[in-house]
């Protein structure tokens, strides 16, 4: 059976990417206008812009809903950068961390058989945790049984990625998260055999990045460049990597400054296939690279979701639930 599934804060389809295949993608949303092209080019379609500005009642029906909602205003790095312009955060900010409930008011009207919510791992502990008791109390109050994991990429792709992954079905369905592996590819099996000269990092900007790391050593801090081991995995590719590199360096040997990854190594990074077209500047790219996520993650995450919805078992709980309702109902 095919499924019929809806892409909400798409980026660039890494969600879509591991969900075609099991069905089709009825509708999409994004609003960044470098991230459409990118999405159009690969997909053969343009994305609805700002969500916000969507009649859900127009939304076409859909069995499985997909949303990789904004992380800005949950993040460790979100967090700090609206405190320090004297803004307010999470459910607070007056332009992202609303668009949650864009999602919620979607499933409400559209009642999908099941969902899948990707964020980052902070969303957690935001707010001392009152955030996401908020988002999942919103989403059960919706009638949804909800399963969350934190879940890491390094066991399928060489990078240190960890991100909250948020599942609900309509039904009380069993589901259990995949297992990842501990241990996945080294980095040097993403690396391009011939790579320009224009991303060895230039004397100057290598020069700076030695003296910003040695500037916070002494003063016991980490911060600072990460020259990456090409036998293990490396850190999180965010969206600011187009600034320097500096998170991940690929170190060229004895008497040559370290490189960037390419914008094609970036997408290799996050497991799309070398099919997948790169069609805007390598700045829009590193950051639409930075944004998405771990395409095999979601694909093991949607096999899960896809057998829970045909296996079709109800959690035990649940039907005893349903069985003392009943019992109450028949005595009144």
Not at 120 to 146: A, M, P, Q, W
Not at 216 to 242: C, I, M, P, Q, V
Request: with cysteine; proline share 5%; net charge neutral.
């Amino acid at each position: 059976m095919l499924y019929r599934f809806i892409d909400l804060f798409a980026g660039i389809g890494g969600i879509r990417t591991a969900f075609e295949t099991f069905g089709e993608c009825v509708f999409s949303c994004e609003w960044d206008v470098k991230a459409q092209e990118t999405y159009e080019a690969n997909f053969g379609h343009k994305p609805v812009g700002d969500i916000r500005s969507v009649n859900e009642k127009e939304i076409p029906d859909h069995d499985i809903l997909l949303a990789g909602f904004p992380c800005q205003p949950f993040s460790i790095a979100g967090v700090s950068k609206k405190k320090s312009l004297g803004r307010e955060h999470g459910f607070l900010d007056e332009t992202q961390g609303t668009l949650f409930f864009d999602i919620a008011r979607i499933i409400k009207e559209k009642q999908p058989q099941a969902f899948l919510l990707e964020n980052v791992k902070n969303l957690r502990s935001h707010d001392k945790g009152n955030t996401f008791k908020v988002i999942k109390k919103v989403l059960e109050d919706l009638g949804y049984t909800v399963y969350t994991e934190v879940i890491n990429a390094k066991g399928l792709v060489p990078q240190n990625r960890e991100r909250i992954y948020i599942v609900g079905f309509k039904k009380p369905l069993k589901f259990e998260f995949p297992l990842v592996p501990k241990e996945g590819p080294p980095l040097h099996t993403i690396l391009e055999d011939n790579v320009e000269e224009k991303y060895t990092l230039s004397d100057k900007l290598w020069n700076y990045l030695q003296a910003y790391k040695e500037k916070h050593a002494k003063k016991g801090n980490g911060f600072g460049y990460g020259l990456a081991d090409l036998n293990s995995y490396s850190r999180t590719l965010s969206a600011r990597y187009y600034k320097d590199g500096s998170e991940i360096l690929i170190p060229q040997g004895e008497g040559k400054n370290p490189r960037k990854l390419t914008p094609r190594e970036c997408a290799r990074l996050q497991g799309f296939p070398d099919s997948f077209k790169i069609v805007v500047s390598n700045t829009a790219a590193y950051k639409q690279f930075g944004n998405s996520v771990a395409v095999p993650v979601v694909s093991l995450i949607a096999e899960k979701i896809i057998q829970a919805i045909e296996r079709d078992e109800l959690l035990e709980d649940k039907l005893e639930e349903g069985r003392i309702c009943n019992k109450i109902i028949r005595s009144v």
